[in-house]
Nanobody, 122 residues
Framework: VQLQASGGGLVQAGGSLRLSCVVS????????MGWFRQAPGREREFVVA????????NYLDSVKGRFTASRDNAQNAVYLQMNSLKPEDTAVYYC????????????????WGQGTQVTVSS
């Protein structure tokens, strides 16, 4: 299973970005999906998990109301719409696949994408 994340970039505070993660090698519907992020000098941090159908999501408190995860199993893709971005959202964002439904624990994820850089300037 391969995951390819894209959509990162440089944006001003208050701006928006939409991250995409395309899954290949296995049908997306087989997996719960998650987004994590890692800022320089910090540990990897859970952002959001979305279950196989997309009907259940679980967000990090600091992104609730600003970030929205979605998925299109027919397109084998998951998305992270990020609005009202803040400088503290700056990080490399990773998508990951899990055989669990929704979980916020990195250890539960079996496959990881390569990451996409998000930089929010103040």
């Amino acid at each position: 299973v391969q995951l390819q994340a894209s959509g990162g970039g440089l944006v001003q505070a208050g701006g928006s970005l939409r991250l995409s993660c395309v899954v290949s090698g296995r049908t997306l519907a087989s997996y719960g999906m998650g987004w994590f992020r890692q800022a320089p000098g910090r540990e990897r941090e859970f952002v959001v998990a979305i279950n196989r159908s997309g009907g259940t999501t679980n967000y990090l408190d600091s992104v609730k109301g600003r970030f929205t995860a979605s998925r299109d199993n027919a397109q084998n893709a998951v998305y992270l719409q990020m609005n009202s971005l803040k400088p503290e959202d700056t990080a490399v964002y990773y998508c990951a696949a899990t055989s669990y439904g929704t979980t916020r624990y990195a250890r539960d994820y079996d496959y990881w994408g390569q990451g996409t850089q998000v930089t929010v300037s103040s």
